[in-house]
């Protein structure tokens, strides 16, 4: 099958959302539980993390999605309301408990600058409240999951700006916004030596970069065939990269990276599109709640003095984030959806909707 005819219904989309959610607090778990490091990073001299590479899937994900939003939806105001409902009411809710809440009941203080500097996520998140959660192996960070989210908007402002534009189906603007971003992130890779974590993990152009071969996927899906061997191929280059990054290129992220970004945005859907579990984190979508709230999770179990076994630390942090995650959806990110249809073009008010679920891919 080609990949234009993936079903919104019959997909696992939300499953590989689910688990990579989790991967993430997993990979975190490690320093910030005070058990050193990731061990994927030590494996792999610095290339992958067991709580990086989920990150990069998100992406993978959120640029094909938003790409198919904008071109299947109702114009550009609705293609904006949709996602200031899908990212902010959640994001908004987790800052304000945050803030006023957890601050002032574990370190008697408020977060009114925290909460002020990243209500917008138009500025780089602040991932500190002075007095707050300072005893922890995290040294003081509170939830650096939040650091993707002014990404993933300024991702959606690049595919609101390319198509009100009209080149969202032209092919060469795609691929050159696309070799850019891609050229850039080469750039900060191999701009300095060492396998300490470098620019590159940590810029926004890796994100972009894995977020735009998305949009490339969905403009060329038409011609994606959906083969065992395509993926095998897609798995082996990026076998072979971290093997050979690992033995000859002593950089942080390192030839993965350099390779991964077209392979593993394949791999990523072949996946949802081979795998038969359609229901799980589908019609109710856990996964941004989970990520969101992953993070400050590990670190305020540390301040309680779980963190003394890595087997029980996991549990109650993933325990944690799935309540956490479950009620979000229910009292903030569910609701607010219904409100999608206060915002419509007048001009594709009857235009079709049925296109495959969205959600934001931190």
Partial sequence: MRLSELNPKRNSIGLIRLIAAMLVIIGHAFPYGGFGVDPLITLTNNQLAIGRVPVDIFFCLSGYLIAQSFLSGNGWRSFVWNRFLRIYPASLTCLVLTAFVIA???AQTAGYRYFAQNA?????????IPGLLQD????????SSLWTLPWELRAYAAVLLIGMAGLLRNARVLILVFVASWSYFAFLIFRSEGIQTGAAIT???????????GVLLHHYRERVVMDWRIFLIAVFIMAGATVLG???????AGLFYLLAPIPLTYAVFFV???????????????????YIYGTL???LLAHAGLNSSLGIYLACALLFAMVTGIMSWFLIEKPAL??????????????????????PTP
């Fill in 104 to 106: 002032p009941a574990v």
């Fill in 120 to 128: 917008t996520l138009l500025f780089p998140v602040r991932d500190l």
């Fill in 136 to 143: 922890t192996p995290g040294k003081g960070t509170i939830n």
């Fill in 203 to 213: 810029s926004g152009a890796r994100l972009l970069t894995f977020f735009l071969g």
């Fill in 246 to 252: 690992n033995l000859f290129v002593a950089h942080s």
């Fill in 272 to 290: 949802a599109v081979k795998l038969p579990f359609w229901n799980i984190n589908h019609e109710w979508d856990i996964s941004y709640g989970i």
């Fill in 297 to 299: 999770g590990l670190n």
């Fill in 338 to 359: 219904r409100l999608k249809s206060l915002v419509r073009s007048r001009r594709h008010a009857a235009a079709p909707t049925n296109h495959l679920s969205l959600g």
